[in-house]
C-alpha cells in the first residue's frame, strides 16, 4: 500500500489523522513528546545544532550541479540521511546518484515530467519515496518496492492532500497489476529436470502464445495437406499437459498424431485426455525422443515448444535434431536469440551468472542485436559466436546484457519475449534472460559464444577482453 506522509512545519498537523507518517522540521521536534524516527533539516546548517540529540535526518540536495559535493559533505557525518534528490534529465547527475546509493536512502522530487527513457533511468535507482509539490507523474511511484508519497508545504494545501491520496491509491492498484518480480530466477531445465504440474498450469495462462501456435499449425496443415495429398504423420515432441496436441487433434481425420513426452507427470493427464477427448487415436510415448526418434520413422510435421528465455537455452537445437530430415517441416521453423546492453540496479557485483529476471529496475543503454539462429529442420550448428561492438551514449553505464528471443512458427506467424515488431505475438511466460558483466562506460566489445558438448551446453561472454563463465565453470545446461 503507498502511504501519503507529511513534511511537518506545524506541531497541530501531527495530531491531525490525513497523513500516515510524519517528518517534523526541527522546531517542530523540538516541541514534541516523543522522538522522531526523522528530522527535516531546512538547510545543513542545522546539522550541527542538532547532531547531540537526532542521529536521522531527511535533506533536500537543492541544486542538482553541487549533487556529488553535496552528498560528500553528508557521508563525512555521523548520521544517517534521506536526501529530497531532484528528478532532472542528465546523466552525469544520474551517475552521481547512482554511486551514492549505497550510502543514502533518497526521496525523488520530480520537476517536469519525464520521458519514458528517463522514467525507466530513474525507476532504476533506489528509492523509498517521492516528493509532491503540486501535479505529479504517477509512473515514477509504480515500482516494485512501492515508494511512499509525502507532501511538504508550509501550509499544507487540502487539494494536495487529496489529490495525493488518490494517486496513492490509484499507484497502489497499478503495481498491483504490474507483475515485477524483482529476484533471479533460476531458468528451468526441462530436458533433465522434472517439472511439476503447478508449472504447466503457469504455463498455460499465456494465451498469445497457444493462439499463435493455433495459427501456425492450421497453416502448416492447410499447405501440408495440399502439397501432401495424403494423410500425415504429424509429432507432438514435449506436449505437457497437451494443450498444443488438442490443437493438432482437432485434424485427427486428416492426420496420424504422435507424442512424445519425458515427463512421466504429464503421461496420466496426456493418457486420459487420448481416451476421454480423442478416441485414443494419438499415439502416446514416455520418453526422451533423442532415444526415440530413430523407431519411430519419418514425420511431416514436427510440433514443439522447447524455447527457452534465450531461445536456444533449453536445448532445442540438440534435442530436434534427432528428428532433422528434409521432408520434415517443423514448427517452430526458427529461433533467434537477442542481446541489449541494459544497466540494472540489482545486478550490480550481486551475480555472476546468468538468471532470468523480470525487474522494473532496468533499461537498455544501446541497441539490441540478434545474436544466433537456429533453422529447423537445422543444420546442426551448435555451437555459434557472434562479436559485435556496442557504443553507448556519453556518460552511461552497463553492467547487464538482457536476452531475449524471437521464434518463427510457421509463415508469417511469430512469437517473442518482447515486442520487435508488429507481427510478432508477444508472450508472457518467458522473463528476460540476463547475462552480468563488470560495470562499462563508453562501449561493450562484445563477444557472445554459445557451446555444446555432449553432455552439457553452456555460454560464455567476453566484454572489453574480460571474460565470463569460461568452460561453463558456473553455469551450464546439462543435456543429459
Ligand atoms: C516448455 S514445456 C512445454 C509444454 C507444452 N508444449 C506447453 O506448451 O504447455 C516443454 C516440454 O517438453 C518436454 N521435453 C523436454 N525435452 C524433451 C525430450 N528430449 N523428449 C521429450 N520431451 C521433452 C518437457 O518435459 C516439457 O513437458
Avoid at 519514458?116 to 509504480?142: G, H, P, Q
Wanted: hydrophobic fraction near 40%; glycine fraction near 4%; charged fraction near 20%.
Amino acid at each position: 500500500m503507498t502511504r501519503v506522509g507529511a513534511v511537518a512545519t506545524k506541531k497541530e498537523i501531527i495530531y491531525e489523522s490525513r497523513f500516515a507518517f510524519y517528518i517534523p522540521t526541527a522546531a517542530v521536534a523540538s516541541q514534541l513528546n516523543t522522538k522522531a524516527s526523522h528530522v527535516f533539516l531546512e538547510s545543513l546548517n542545522q546539522y550541527h545544532t542538532l547532531s547531540g540529540t537526532s542521529r536521522a535526518f531527511l535533506i533536500r540536495l537543492v541544486d542538482f550541479k553541487y549533487a556529488s559535493t553535496f552528498l560528500d559533505q553528508l557521508a563525512s557525518l555521523e548520521a544517517s540521511f534521506v536526501v529530497v534528490v531532484p528528478v532532472v534529465e542528465s546523466h552525469s547527475y544520474w551517475g552521481v546518484l547512482r554511486q551514492y546509493q549505497s550510502q543514502f536512502a533518497y526521496v525523488l522530487q520530480p520537476k517536469l515530467r519525464l520521458s519514458a527513457d528517463w522514467v525507466k533511468r530513474y525507476k532504476s535507482l533506489t528509492y523509498i519515496a517521492i516528493l509532491i509539490l503540486n501535479d505529479f507523474d504517477e509512473d515514477l511511484a509504480v515500482k516494485a518496492t512501492q515508494p511512499d508519497l509525502i507532501v511538504y508545504s508550509e501550509d499544507i494545501d487540502n487539494n494536495l492532500v487529496s489529490r495525493a491520496h488518490s494517486y496513492a491509491k490509484s499507484i497502489t492498484e497499478k503495481i498491483a497489476n504490474a507483475k515485477f518480480i524483482n529476484h533471479f530466477i533460476d531458468p528451468l531445465q526441462p530436458l533433465t529436470q522434472q517439472m511439476p504440474l503447478e508449472v504447466y498450469e503457469t504455463f498455460e495462462k499465456d494465451q498469445p502464445k497457444y493462439k499463435a501456435y493455433e495459427e501456425a499449425i492450421d497453416l502448416a496443415l492447410h499447405d501440408l495437406l495440399i502439397q501432401r495429398k495424403r494423410k500425415l504423420r504429424v509429432l507432438v515432441v514435449g506436449p505437457g499437459r497437451g494443450p498444443l496436441l488438442a490443437t493438432a487433434a482437432k485434424r485427427l481425420q486428416q492426420i496420424e498424431l504422435t507424442a512424445v513426452e519425458k515427463n512421466p507427470l504429464c503421461i496420466s493427464q496426456l493418457q486420459e485426455l487420448n481416451r476421454t477427448s480423442w478416441d485414443s487415436k494419438v499415439t502416446i510415448y514416455e520418453g526422451d525422443i533423442r532415444i526415440l526418434a530413430a523407431s519411430l520413422g519419418d514425420f511431416d510435421l514436427v510440433i514443439s515448444e522447447l524455447i527457452g528465455s534465450f531461445g536456444c537455452n533449453e536445448a532445442c537445437p540438440e534435442i530436434l535434431q534427432a528428428l532433422a530430415k528434409p521432408n520434415t517441416v517443423m514448427i517452430p521453423q526458427t529461433i533467434q536469440s537477442f542481446i541489449t546492453p541494459a544497466f540494472c540496479s540489482l545486478v550490480e557485483g550481486n551475480i555472476t551468472r546468468p538468471y532470468l529476471l523480470n525487474s522494473d529496475e532496468c533499461f537498455p543503454v544501446a541497441e539490441t542485436q540478434q545474436v544466433f539462429e537456429f533453422s529447423f529442420p537445422n543444420n546442426a550448428k551448435f555451437d555459434q559466436s557472434f562479436q559485435h561492438t556496442f557504443a553507448l551514449n556519453s556518460l552511461d553505464v552497463s553492467n547487464t546484457l538482457v536476452g531475449n528471443f524471437k521464434a518463427n512458427l510457421y509463415g508469417h506467424i511469430s512469437i517473442g519475449s518482447t515486442s520487435s515488431d508488429s507481427t510478432t505475438f508477444v508472450c508472457s511466460s518467458w522473463y528476460p534472460m540476463i547475462f552480468p558483466i563488470q560495470t562499462v562506460e563508453t562501449k561493450i566489445e562484445l563477444l557472445f559464444r554459445r557451446i555444446s558438448s555432449h553432455d552439457r551446453l553452456w555460454y560464455e561472454w567476453t566484454v572489453n577482453g574480460s571474460k565470463m563463465n569460461a568452460q561453463g565453470v558456473e553455469y551450464s545446461i546439462p543435456l543429459s
